[in-house]
């Protein structure tokens, strides 16, 4: 079994040394690199690019540089997905993001988790655990995601949380761990003012 498939597999394997695993991430990396580089306001030659680093991408996703990226093609995002500026994912394994996924700007997706031994840590050994995001999801600033996570439709991800265990649909979570803090209810649809003539 090759490194590649034994973190696709959820085992340990050598994310540090790998001869195919250093080419695949030197390639994601030029590639963000080059997206980092190009004008803002290019948004086709940043389509272009991103069509190259992602695994599938959807209608309209947008990604503000700085984004990197360590794979690519484990990262999968739908229709309108938008990623503010800083967005890391460290894709190890399959990160997938639903339509309409929103994410405020210094945001990390890692499916990365280190040997908590330090002989297998030091031989670069890891794991990668996938993440899933759901439909019509807001991740706030600043937000961390940790592997093995499901994010469900619908919720919002307040700025700072860290996420290290599954969140439901239709809530607002927010903390370190981050925690369901209330279900989203049709009065939200007030809470922000609405302009009437």
Known sequence: MTEKEKAQAGYLYNANYDEEIIADIDRCNDLCFELNQLKPS????????????????GEQAV????????????????????????CQILDGTKVTFGDYVF????CTFTTAEH???ARQRNEGLEVA???????????????????GVTIGD??????????????PSNVIAVGVPCKVLREITEEDKNYYPTYKE
């Open 42 to 57: 290019d948004r086709e030659s940043q389509r272009k690019i991103l069509r190259k680093i992602f695994g599938s991408m």
């Open 154 to 167: 619908n919720t919002v991800i307040g700025a700072g949380s860290v996420v290290t265990h599954d969140i």
């Open 115 to 117: 040997a908590l031994d």
């Open 103 to 106: 994410i405020a700007p210094n």
């Open 63 to 86: 990604v503000k540089p700085p984004f990197w990226c360590d794979y690519g093609y484990n990262t999968f995002v739908g229709d309108y997905f938008f990623a503010n500026h800083n």
């Open 129 to 147: 655990l996938p993440i899933t995001v759901g439909n019509n999801v807001w991740i706030g600033a600043g937000v961390i995601v940790l592997g």
